[in-house]
């Protein structure tokens, strides 16, 4: 099975910074990699699939890329709405696994 | 636009079996692959399992000898069985769609339900 390594687990910052979440795979998933947005008492909502293909409707403010194992999740400015938990998750291979999650704080 | 719903028993007793449903609307069940992922209180998403249209399964094998998923398409709705349930088992509940993207490769889930939440009571 895939395990997937997120971090930092949290984050604090502030409206207008960029920030940027890693996730490693323990091994290659060339870039079947997806990320996965969560407001509190929500359902995921997809933000990334394919490492780098902006899903339709999210702002362009988000941004994916990597391969083989390591990839990044960037917001460039970050707007107040954007304060949540976001995932990474494999589809390379079943089981799917997700990363542990990185929470999103406003400083 | 494709809407799914969870449905089913919010408690349940330790040792039995929780049975939840996922109704699919807006669009076609046969088609994709249909999940289900669960979160306990604070923590992370756990993939559960996931089964085709036709009816081929693939289970998490942490949870694959107490999981069954099917699916009805005359109904439009595919279903979670989890038996022999425990404390550990108390999350949300969600059941997600499956697409996959031609033009940039893989699988990605882009529908989710609500959830539905599932407490084990002893």
């Known amino acids: 099975d895939i395990q997937m390594t997120q971090s930092p687990s949290s984050l604090s910052a502030s409206v207008g910074d960029r920030v940027t979440i890693t996730c490693r795979a323990s091994?290659?998933?060339?870039?079947?990699l997806n990320w996965y947005q969560q407001k509190p008492g929500k359902a995921p909502q997809l933000l990334i699939y394919?490492?780098?293909s902006l899903q339709s409707g999210v702002p362009s403010r988000f941004s994916g890329s990597g391969s083989g194992t390591d990839f990044t999740l960037t917001i460039s400015s970050l707007h107040p709405e954007d304060f949540a938990a976001y995932y990474c998750?494999?589809?390379?291979?079943?089981?799917?696994?997700f990363g542990q999650g990185t929470k999103l704080e406003i400083k | 636009q494709v809407q799914l719903q969870e449905s089913g028993p919010g408690l349940v007793k330790s040792s039995e079996t929780v049975s939840l449903s996922c109704t699919v609307s807006?669009?076609?069940?046969?088609?994709?692959?249909w999940s289900w992922i669960r979160q306990p209180p604070g923590k992370g998403l756990e993939w559960i399992g996931y089964?085709?249209?036709?009816?081929?399964?693939n289970y998490n094998p942490s949870l694959k000898s107490r999981v069954t998923i099917s699916v009805d398409t005359s109904k439009k709705q595919f279903s979670l069985k989890l038996r022999s349930v425990t404390a550990a088992d108390t999350a949300v509940y969600y059941c997600?769609?499956?697409?996959?993207?031609?033009?940039?490769?893989?699988?990605?889930?882009?529908?989710w339900g609500k959830g539905t939440t599932v407490t084990v009571s002893s």
């Open positions: 997600a769609r499956e697409d996959y993207s031609t033009s940039s490769g893989g699988y990605y889930m882009d529908v």
């Open positions: 807006g669009g076609s069940i046969s088609s994709n692959y």
């Open positions: 089964i085709y249209y036709s009816g081929s399964t």
């Open positions: 091994q290659t998933i060339i870039t079947y």
């Open positions: 394919a490492a780098s």
């Open positions: 998750q494999q589809s390379f291979s079943v089981p799917r696994s």
